[in-house]
């Protein structure tokens, strides 16, 4: 076998051990979880104690979905200007607002306009930013290959089943604002919610297809359904001979780790889920949905190994965001706590174009260049794939993969052989990322087509 061989090896001693000196172990932030009774910073959850913290129902009832609770909340922890700017940025916004007291206290009140976690649950109206001109509210185009309202059948051996159109926060960025969440004054969302029937319909359509053997059910939110719901799921999946492996997905652990501590009817019914599947010899696991190193704290730590000792694999799928972790050093530092706390880094992807949270928006190149640095960071097992969810439904892309990237207008050209040979998918990075001369021609709808045009034409040239 030919080993590889470094071209210009170092000049070493040769009597000097080539040894790296050990580091101090105050550098390993990414073990330093928080831990204490850190939610009494915060006026209104002063007098709350760790019992009442760690119950998931307290925190579900106390999460806050209006900007007067909000305001109600923070008292003077904030200036009146931001939360003028919140009220105005709740009414803008497409998404519904939901926000557990766990999420609240994690939020550095002193620097509301820069945290990470405020920027991705609460709209602030002055930092929004227009839309992409080639923007849709369903941009992946999962209702175009819905076979059934809320299963979405795009690649050959697996699916994605809706169950329900509730989560137990609502994301700014969500890529289903066109049926998650409530009715908001920009959208009237499609009707997923959980029934019996749009569930038998689906599970009739997966058993009729021997070709389908993997099943994401989402949401909506997987936290959401009840116990008695998780477990039926999970029995109908696992009794169709075709289906192999389910994957329940979740935003919980990162948004509200104490139902995984408190709720223990739903973690039984989760750890029955995947016992079950393994005497089947099928694979049920949990997804979930990290995007920063400050949603880890010692109750994750405490959830996570609860779920761990129990065999359950957990995997994260991660969204690229401007200013929340689109840096090597954030991203590292994410990608080592969740594996520090036995949840695989599974995807990152890029920003979907999404109405609305354009100033969450980052480029192709950010996500390369991240990719780059963290890649060697810990083991090839932790390390997550990179990768866009090509507008139009071509399915989830490697970064790596484009036909055709044009820096300088943001056009990136991808194929999906898999889904659908010979067509062409393009992503869009954000017009504040470009220089001043392309966001003028992107005003012009002929030059507009002229880019994606040239853009197609140069990926066709390039593409096998
Ligand atoms: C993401 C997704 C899946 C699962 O894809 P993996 O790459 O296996 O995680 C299945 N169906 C649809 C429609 C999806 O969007
Ligand atoms: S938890 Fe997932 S489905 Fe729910 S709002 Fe957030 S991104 Fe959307």
Redesign the pocket.
């Known amino acids: 076998m030919q080993l590889p061989v470094a071209t210009a090896a170092p000049a070493r001693e040769p009597h000097v051990p080539a040894q790296k000196p050990p580091v101090d172990p105050a550098s390993l932030t990414y073990r330093q979880l928080q831990r204490g009774e850190f939610w009494r910073k915060l006026p209104a959850y002063a007098e709350i104690d760790e019992r009442t913290f760690l119950d998931h129902s307290w925190q579900a009832k106390h999460s806050i979905t209006r900007p007067d609770k909000l305001i109600e909340a923070l008292k003077d922890l904030v200036s009146p200007l931001f939360l003028e700017d919140a009220k105005a940025g709740f009414s803008r916004s497409p998404m519904s607002v939901r926000v557990s007291p766990y999420l609240m206290s994690l939020i550095d009140w002193s620097h509301p306009y820069d945290d990470p976690l405020r920027r991705q649950f609460i709209p602030v109206a002055s930092r929004m930013m227009a839309d992409h001109p080639k923007l849709d509210l369903d941009s992946?185009n999962?209702q175009g290959?819905a076979p059934v309202p809320g299963l979405?059948h795009?690649?050959p051996d697996?699916?994605?089943f809706l169950a329900l159109d509730t989560c137990p926060v609502y994301c700014r960025f969500c890529t289903r604002s066109y049926a998650v969440g409530l009715d908001t004054e920009e959208v009237e969302k499609v009707n997923l919610r959980a029934s019996q029937d749009r569930w038998a319909r689906a599970f009739a359509y997966i058993a009729s297809r021997p070709e389908l053997e993997?099943i994401?059910v989402s949401g909506g939110d997987a936290y959401q359904l009840r116990a008695a719901q998780l477990t039926e799921i999970s029995d109908a999946l696992l009794a169709m001979p075709n289906i192999r492996r389910v994957r329940f997905a979740t935003k919980g652990p990162a948004v509200m780790p104490q139902k995984i501590l408190t709720d223990l009817a739903w973690r039984d019914a989760l750890v029955g889920a995947v016992d079950k599947g393994r005497r089947l010899h099928k694979e049920v696991v949990l997804h979930t949905h990290f995007n920063h190193p400050n949603e880890i704290t010692g109750i994750t730590e405490d959830a996570m190994n609860a779920l761990f000792e129990r065999g359950v694999t957990v995997r994260n799928q991660c969204v690229l965001q401007r200013r929340v972790n689109d840096t090597p050093e954030t991203m590292a530092l994410l990608v080592k706590r969740l594996g520090h706390v036995h949840v695989v880094p599974y995807?990152v992807y890029m920003h979907d174009l999404v109405r609305g949270v354009e100033d969450l928006r980052t480029t192709l190149d950010t996500a390369l260049h991240i990719e780059k640095h963290v890649r060697g960071a810990t083991a090839g097992f932790h390390t997550p794939t990179f990768v866009v969810?090509a507008p139009g439904g071509g399915?989830?892309r490697d970064v790596h993969s484009y036909e055709y990237y044009d820096r300088e207008t943001g056009v990136s050209v991808f194929t999906s052989p898999n889904v659908k040979k010979g067509a062409y998918y393009l992503y869009f990075d954000p017009l504040h990322s470009l220089s001043e001369a392309a966001r003028r021609r992107w005003e012009e709808p002929a030059e507009q087509e002229l880019m994606v045009d040239n853009a197609i034409v140069r990926a066709r040239r390039q593409a096998r």
């Open positions: 992946l999962e290959d979405t795009r690649y697996k699916a994605l993997d994401v995807y969810d399915g989830k």
